[in-house]
């Protein structure tokens, strides 16, 4: 599992449009986290997680991208396909760059949340709308 791409519950949930929460009850539904969101043998076992850290909460665990798919697969859920993504998050950020009172996020607070995958595309197509917000993120970014 040494090319396997490891994620946090939050980037593994993304990758299907759901939270990390549902993504979460999902793999304890297989099997892989006990009621405590901890990983369970079976998870290790199936080569599903990895502790990075000395600590065993929170991100402390990261999951096999691909061995985990396969479960959520199994449970019904599909990946979002990467169109389907950028396109979500070029909707979402054209609106927020034209602003609204009754939100108080900003367009650059939203993309932080943008996986560094997609800014190229994202930027492209807000360029493609008119739109003259771009994502402006430096390479050392957490994505």
Known sequence: MAN???V?????GRRFGISSIQCGR???QEGWRDRHGQPTPAALLAGAVEQRTPHSY???????ADVCALALERRGYQP???????GQWVDLLEAMD???PSITTTADQMAEELPQ???EDVNRQLSRRGCRYQVNRPLS???
């Open 8 to 12: 946090t519950l939050h980037d593994l």
């Open 141 to 143: 970014s957490r994505h």
């Open 117 to 119: 995958e997609l800014v």
């Open 26 to 28: 999902t793999l304890e």
């Open 80 to 86: 979002v396909p990467r169109a389907e993504h950028v």
């Open 58 to 64: 929170g991100r402390s665990f990261l999951w096999n």
């Open 4 to 6: 396997s791409t490891w």
């Open 98 to 100: 034209h602003g609204s």
